[in-house]
């Protein structure tokens, strides 16, 4: 389709949308309300909220629960069948608050100055609503869709990942051509995200009371001196792998630090966690053991959690759809990249083996910070790029 045709159809569809600011604002801030911090989640009560609004457009949906107050939800516009479905990929669950450092109230989705102020607002409540809205839009307008609208949001991805496990195992997304997640962009196309592997440090020593140590130059068998060696030397870890064009290079954090029982007694056990942003090519067991090399003999290094990087190939036409959808709206090409974050594409990704891009309206980087906000007006745009997406993917002809 050539640009002009775009402008054309945008215009049109533009002129069309009657999902208004208020319904996006109000559905927004409904989901805010309601906590869903990971842990404990307590997805159930977003995705009945959200079950409720579907209903009353009269789009099916169904609830799956996944015990103590956590739930995904999957609700479907259905087309002829003649292509394949499209996902609409969310999550329900947010990241910890620490009220204190907040100035604005985090459950209740204040605005001020065109922001919604709330924890979930960046990531990923807008997105999930911009996503309804998209469906509400198709259904209002009964666009005729040659393959089904799949909506699917999730528990628990900022931890355990059951939500998106449970997705791709119940076989509701089997089938589909193409997944678009709506994880915070700025906007931007995102074609590509690291993996994450988590690891478990261990250091082993020998217990015995700290006034009788002589020489404490030396490690003296103490399991915590043993560990912060080993961190110095994380210091020169090179993992030597060429850097991805979107990715950019690995990284490695040491997130936390746990071990012995009282300051007078020599820690015979001291533990280390540690999280390795990984890009294409690299694996678990090559990581492991580069960090066991420099960790010695008294040091054990064991994987507790992998999650592999997700890449869609760039001549993807999924991918081009997406960015001339962005540029009908937005009137700019959209920066086309890969993010160091991981979404629920890392669980997908091996069993659906389709294409994914990630576009949304939180803006990169905010996620779980305090005075976590979005901007409406991209909440807005959002909107009218996930309608064009799915109108545009499942079209019946060319517009």
């Avoid at 666009?143 to 089904?148: E, I, M, P, Y």
């Avoid at 020599?266 to 090399?293: A, F, H, W």
Wanted: with cysteine; aromatic share 6%.
């Amino acid at each position: 389709m050539s640009l002009s045709s775009m402008k054309e159809n945008s215009k049109r569809e533009s002129d069309s949308f009657v999902v208004t600011k208020f319904e996006t604002i109000q559905l927004l801030k409904k989901l805010i309300a309601i906590p869903t911090v990971d842990p404990p989640g307590n997805e159930m009560e977003a995705a009945i909220a959200v079950k409720e609004v579907l209903e009353k457009e009269g789009i099916t949906s169904k609830i799956y629960d996944l015990g103590s107050g956590r739930a995904n939800l999957v609700a479907r516009l259905n087309g002829s069948g003649k292509k394949p479905a499209i996902v609409f990929s969310a999550h329900f669950d947010t990241i910890a608050v620490d009220e204190s450092q907040w100035t604005m109230p985090p459950f209740e989705g204040k605005i001020k100055d065109g922001r919604l102020y709330g924890r979930g607002a960046t990531d990923m409540k807008s997105g999930l609503v911009s996503m309804v809205c998209a469906a509400i839009e198709l259904k209002r307008n009964a666009v005729a869709l040659a393959g089904d609208l799949i909506l699917a949001f999730s528990a628990a991805e900022n931890s355990s990942g059951m939500g998106a496990a449970e997705l791709a195992r119940c076989g509701e997304l089997d089938g589909a051509g193409a997944m678009l997640i709506s994880e915070p962009t700025s906007l931007k196309v995102f074609i590509a995200e690291k993996g994450a592997l988590w690891l478990k440090a261990t250091a082993k020593g020998a217990s015995g009371h700290g006034a009788f140590v002589i020489n404490w130059k030396t490690d003296y068998g103490n399991a915590i001196v043993r560990m912060s060696k080993f961190i110095a030397r994380m210091q020169h870890l090179d993992l030597d792998v060429p850097s991805h064009p979107h990715l950019g290079g690995p990284t490695v954090n040491v997130g936390k630090i746990y071990g012995g029982v009282s300051a007078p007694i020599i820690p015979s056990s001291c533990t280390l966690e540690i999280d390795v942003r990984m890009i294409p090519g690299m694996t678990p067991e090559y990581v492991s053991k580069k960090l066991q090399d420099l960790a010695g003999e008294h040091i054990d290094i064991e994987v507790i959690d992998f999650k592999p990087p997700v890449v869609t190939a760039e001549e993807d036409p999924f991918i081009q759809l997406c960015v001339e959808t962005c540029e009908s709206v937005l009137e700019r090409v959209p920066e086309v990249t890969g993010v160091q974050y991981y979404s629920d594409a890392t669980t997908f990704s091996p069993v659906l083996k389709i294409p994914m891009v990630i576009i949304g309206p939180g803006e990169v980087g905010h996620s779980g910070i305090a005075d976590e906000y979005v901007e409406i007006d991209n909440v807005i745009k959002t909107n009218r790029i996930f309608y064009k997406i799915a109108r545009r993917y499942l079209a019946d002809h060319n517009d």
